[in-house]
């Protein structure tokens, strides 16, 4: 039988807590060698900030500074709350970014080497049993040079981490939690972008391909990228769907009834109709290769 012990392991890792205040989004990304990091480092919540705990994590450090911070308390303030009745304060490592922008970072003196960080606007980076301080520096790097939404700002750094020595023991697992206003599936919570990868050989570059897949079912490509259904793709799409089963016939190119019948199927049942439009006829560039790639001969 599984018996909890009130010492764990610690989460030894590295992470980035940042926001985008045009975007109004907050987040962590953060990786590991510790099984499962996503269940303990990071937290954010939209319009309050984002808080990553972690070397031996005091868990409550995270609803605990979301709670602070969503009622205006600076990050800095946070930070010295959370310190200051806290024994083992000096195990303890912390990065916060508050709904202002302003971040703070702690490194106790009881992390293990190498273990520092740092913080600037919007933005605070740490890592403990890091192969270097070259970790953290990096990540900062890739931060700043990055473009694109904070998801993204957020995984280049995670990556450049990862890619730099990261975690001197190794890789086990990743995460990446972003939250922003209405941001979560159907506009119902502000859970925007939550992946785990718990345990795998390569985290981050599996957390890379999972956000791949993620702007590829829930991405709006701009207008330029539709593509017109008619002629080759259309044939294409019916070559799919005859060897699938959704199309019985020839594949001619030719956009009639039973192939918009047969499309709304096969669209529906890979989860793309949302980057579809059939009265419209049009299709999503990113999903027609996808649908190639996958089911083309």
């Known amino acids: 039988m599984y018996r909890y012990n009130q010492r764990m392991p610690k989460p030894s890792t590295f992470s980035i807590v940042a926001c985008d205040l045009g975007e109004r989004a907050w987040g962590v990304a953060v990786a590991s060698k510790f099984p499962a990091v996503g269940a303990v480092v990071p937290w954010a919540q939209a319009e309050a900030g984002a808080v990553a705990t972690q070397a031996y994590a005091n868990t409550s450090f995270g609803p605990r500074g979301l709670e602070l911070m969503s009622s205006g308390v600076s ?42 960080g740092l913080a600037g606007s919007g933005y605070a980076i740490q890592g403990n049993i890091l192969s270097g301080q070259q970790v953290i520096d990096t990540m900062e790097k890739a931060f700043l040079e990055s473009q694109g939404n904070l998801p993204f700002r957020l995984y280049a750094a995670l990556l450049a981490g990862d890619r730099s020595g990261g975690d001197r023991r190794g890789r086990q697992s990743a995460a990446i939690y972003v939250a922003k206003p209405n941001g979560g599936y159907g506009g119902y919570t502000d859970r925007w972008i939550d992946y785990r990868v718990d345990d795998h050989e390569n985290p981050v570059q599996r957390l890379g391909e999972l956000l791949e897949m993620h702007e590829l079912y829930f991405g709006v490509s701009d207008k330029k990228d539709r593509v017109s259904l008619k002629g080759e793709p259309v044939q294409q799409l019916q070559e799919m769907m005859i060897h699938q089963g959704y199309l019985a016939g020839s594949a001619d190119g030719t956009f009639d009834e039973l192939t918009k019948v047969a499309l709304r199927a096969f669209t529906g049942n890979e989860n793309f109709e949302e980057r579809v439009d059939l009265e419209a006829g049009w299709i999503d560039k990113p999903v027609l290769e996808y649908l190639l790639k996958k089911f083309g001969k």
């Open 75 to 116: 990050a800095v303030e946070a930070l010295s709350r959370f310190l200051s009745d806290d024994e083992d304060r000096e195990q303890r490592q912390v990065g916060l970014v508050d709904a202002n922008g302003l971040a703070a970072t702690f490194t106790g003196s009881g992390c293990f080497d190498w273990a520092g």
